[in-house]
């Protein structure tokens, strides 16, 4: 993950954080990064200081604060407590919201434009502040 100072052609700062510099570049440039104060999606990176912290008393694995803690813990308990659908996260949300599929616990990965529609016909989804392990057989 990395997170950029982004500005808006209005003028608004804000920060957001992405899977990769890569990532970050595709979606601005299919306009997709948006300001949250104006809507504007004529962002740019700002100029911004890498936050290194140089702490020989830990490991490089441990978490560094309480959030990046937090965040471990409830990676573990959604991984633990819930069935990992991959890239069928939005038919399997629909498929249990109409009663097709029995409910469960479900994480995975949608598109954009499918979290959008699922948010817009009431099935119950939420964002991950995490990428999820992609699991392979």
Known sequence: MIRYNLTCDQGHAFD???ASAAAYDR???AGHVACPECGSS???KALMAPSV???PDRSLTAPRDPREAALAELRARIEAESDYVGLSFAAEARAMH???A???AIHG???LEDARRLIEDGVPVAPLP???ARKAN
């Open 16 to 18: 957001s954080w992405f």
């Open 27 to 29: 979606l601005a440039a």
């Open 42 to 44: 004529k962002v740019a």
């Open 53 to 55: 912290v140089a702490r």
């Open 98 to 100: 109409e009663g097709r």
């Open 102 to 104: 029995p409910e469960r």
């Open 109 to 111: 990965e949608a598109k």
């Open 130 to 132: 995490f990428l999820p």
